[in-house]
């Protein structure tokens, strides 16, 4: 079967770096892709990784490494508002986004 | 970046009325939008694929004869839940995927519309 694997929950130090992991088994794989999704709101994209390695956008990076089906999402600086759940999600052979459960991250000032 | 507009924002309505919701890509075409619900501190739960001209696909244990979708154009996708009960009431998201070949033919989400049924 499909599955995604992530963390139900974790909590970090405002200004502090956390990495959230996410690993997978799918059939097939067409891309990763990370999620952020404040209570009450629709998730908003925050990244894809569709080859082996980093991407970086601003204070949040995602890694990627296929043949170990894993990816994290790093978060540096965080601040107050980075407190929400992080989705993972995989594209498998068929194009359907597999999700992950979610993270829900906590941040304490 | 790409926008996904969803109106309702939020309905409330009576047990054993339908209701509409409407999803819309408003800068960019989606031949292919997504229905999603989720319940509280749930993931999201695949729905339906909404195909720009041709039926939508249900996933296992969705009734179509209850969500009824509609893709239109290559802008706009409803869904409409019939004869609703108080076991509807959720989150329900769409998404619209954006193939023009850009940020690799990733999905922007609506951001939702929270059904209460009473």
């Known amino acids: 079967g499909q599955n995604i694997d992530q963390p139900t929950e974790m909590t970090a130090t405002e200004g502090a770096i956390v990495q959230i992991n996410c690993t997978y088994q799918?059939?097939?794989?067409?891309?990763l892709f990370w999620y952020q999704q404040h209570a009450g709101e629709a998730p908003t994209f925050l990244s894809y990784n569709v080859l082996d390695g980093l991407e970086e956008k601003g204070r949040f990076s995602s890694f990627l490494s296929r043949s170990k089906g894993y990816s994290y999402l790093l978060l540096k600086e965080l601040q107050m508002k980075d407190s929400a759940s992080y989705l993972c999600?995989?594209?498998?052979?068929?194009?359907?986004?597999?999700w992950g459960a979610g993270t829900k991250l906590i941040i304490k000032p | 970046g790409a926008v996904v507009s969803q109106h309702p924002s939020r309905v409330i309505c009576k047990s054993g009325t339908s209701v509409k919701i409407e999803c819309r890509s408003l800068d960019f075409q989606a031949t292919t939008m997504f229905w999603y619900r989720q319940f509280p501190k749930q993931s999201l739960m695949l729905m339906a694929t909404?195909?720009?001209?041709?039926?939508?696909?249900?996933e296992q244990g969705v009734e179509k004869d209850k969500f009824l979708i509609n893709h239109a154009s290559l802008t706009l996708s409803t869904l409409t839940v019939t004869s609703a009960h108080p076991e509807d009431s959720s989150f329900y998201i769409c998404?619209?995927?954006?193939?023009?070949?850009?940020?690799?033919?990733?999905?922007?989400f609506g951001p939702g519309t929270r059904l209460t049924v009473l």
């Open positions: 909404s195909n720009e001209g041709s039926k939508a696909t249900y």
């Open positions: 998404s619209a995927r954006d193939s023009s070949g850009g940020d690799a033919d990733t999905q922007y």
């Open positions: 999600a995989v594209r498998d052979s068929n194009y359907q986004l597999i």
């Open positions: 799918t059939s097939g794989f067409n891309g």
